[in-house]
């Protein structure tokens, strides 16, 4: 019902950068929430940032300041710039699309991305 293709990813030295693109497509609600999770091995997945159709943000702690997230909703894209990168980003990444009501409501996922911070 909902697909979520993302890109980017790779590997890096600590205080590098990269960007995380993510598409949608599918039965996609006017009103929705788009965002970024990571895993690290042998930790629990958790938010690292969303943003609303409104552009209404939220970042976890860790990446406040240095991670910016973005969106475009006309061509339902979601994109998360990652500054001064540390080793202990290093996770996959998984795109999120929550949609808030419709015959699709619900909590979609990406495939996840690899993002490896060398130090």
């Known amino acids: 019902q909902v697909q979520l293709v993302e890109s980017g990813g790779g590997l890096v030295q600590a205080g590098g950068s990269l960007r995380l693109s993510c598409a949608a497509s599918?039965?996609?609600?006017?009103?929705?929430?788009m965002g970024w999770y990571r895993q690290a091995p042998g930790k629990q997945r958790e938010p690292v940032a969303t943003i609303t159709t409104g552009g209404s943000t939220n970042y976890g702690d860790s990446v406040k300041g240095r991670f910016t997230i973005s969106r475009d909703n006309a061509k339902i894209t979601v994109s998360l710039q990652m500054n001064s990168l540390k080793p202990e980003d290093t996770a996959v990444y998984y795109c999120n699309l929550l949609n808030g009501a419709g015959p699709a409501k619900g909590a979609y996922w990406g495939q996840g991305t690899q993002v490896t911070v060398s130090s």
């Open positions: 599918g039965s996609i609600f006017a009103v929705n929430v």
